[in-house]
């Protein structure tokens, strides 16, 4: 009897000790996911809430990330009567880009303050970013500014997928290709821009790599050239841009399916307004 009360103590024990490291446990869990979320807050923050209003243009933009926070990041920027509209995506997942994704739209703001030439910011970010980042972070970036009085956009990259440019006059959609280095590999890297003359009912779409190489349980890619479709097709059906966002979005989801988001993802869709938006 004496043997088989100890045993009943001792059962008792062990299972109020583990009862309070099961507590201890969803205490620290719900703590790091509080600061987690805190974390997914400000750096949503970053971010524009909503598109600017500018005359004779329809703005959308959206950032999605994977995990609590991500790398990728938009912004757009109002200077010398110009828009300019940037999508960023630092290499890494999570936290890994996070940090240095805040960095970076710290920098970028402060270059954008400073003023110059398309080609003249990529230098000087790429100045700045170069040997602050270590040797396995970068920034793939594209940046387009527009004219809305002329409707000349001038375009851009650095690593990143190249923008989608659906031309209403005849209903193709075509890359704007122009590429380099991403900011921080090299310090020498000279960075060109294209020059595109945009029409009414005209879109540029920007994506993030998240879009491109979202996965299916087949372990398909949604691929450049299904990207390019869904944007055809929904210019075609003539969507605003903030339905042409929601369109392309929801397309990734369900080609996707049950597969889990593998990395951020993040589209900013330009349309010059031709007074017919759905």
Request: net charge negative; with cysteine.
């Amino acid at each position: 009897d004496e043997l088989e009360q100890r045993v009943q103590e001792r059962t008792r024990e062990l299972e109020e000790t583990h009862q309070r490291l099961q507590e201890t446990q969803a205490k620290l869990i719900a703590e790091l996911e509080d600061e987690l979320q805190t974390a997914h807050n400000l750096q949503m923050g970053l971010m524009p809430k909503e598109s600017p209003r500018v005359s004779g243009l329809d703005l959308a933009g959206r950032c999605v990330t994977a995990n609590h926070v991500g790398g990728d990041f938009f912004q757009y920027f109002h200077r010398d009567r110009k828009l300019t509209l940037c999508l960023a995506d630092v290499t890494g997942h999570a936290m890994e880009a996070a940090i240095p994704m805040v960095m970076f739209s710290g920098i970028l703001k402060s270059q954008m303050e400073v003023g110059g030439s398309v080609e003249e910011l990529f230098r000087r970010l790429n100045h700045s970013l170069h040997g602050t980042l270590t040797s396995h972070t970068y920034v793939c970036l594209a940046m387009g500014e527009l004219d809305p009085a002329s409707r000349l956009f001038r375009f851009s990259n650095s690593g990143s997928p190249y923008p989608y440019h659906y031309r209403a006059a005849t209903g193709e959609v075509v890359e704007l290709q122009v590429d380099a280095y991403p900011l921080g590999v090299r310090p020498d890297t000279t960075y060109q821009t294209i020059e595109v003359q945009l029409e009414p009912g005209d879109r540029v779409v920007f994506c993030s790599d998240g879009i491109i190489e979202a996965a299916n349980a087949a372990g398909e890619m949604f691929s450049f050239e299904r990207t390019g479709e869904v944007i055809r097709r929904g210019c075609a059906e003539d969507l605003s841009a903030a339905a042409l966002l929601e369109h392309l979005i929801q397309e990734v989801k369900t080609f996707s399916g049950v597969t889990p988001q593998g990395d951020d993802q993040t589209v900013v869709v330009l349309k010059v307004d031709d007074g017919r938006s759905a």
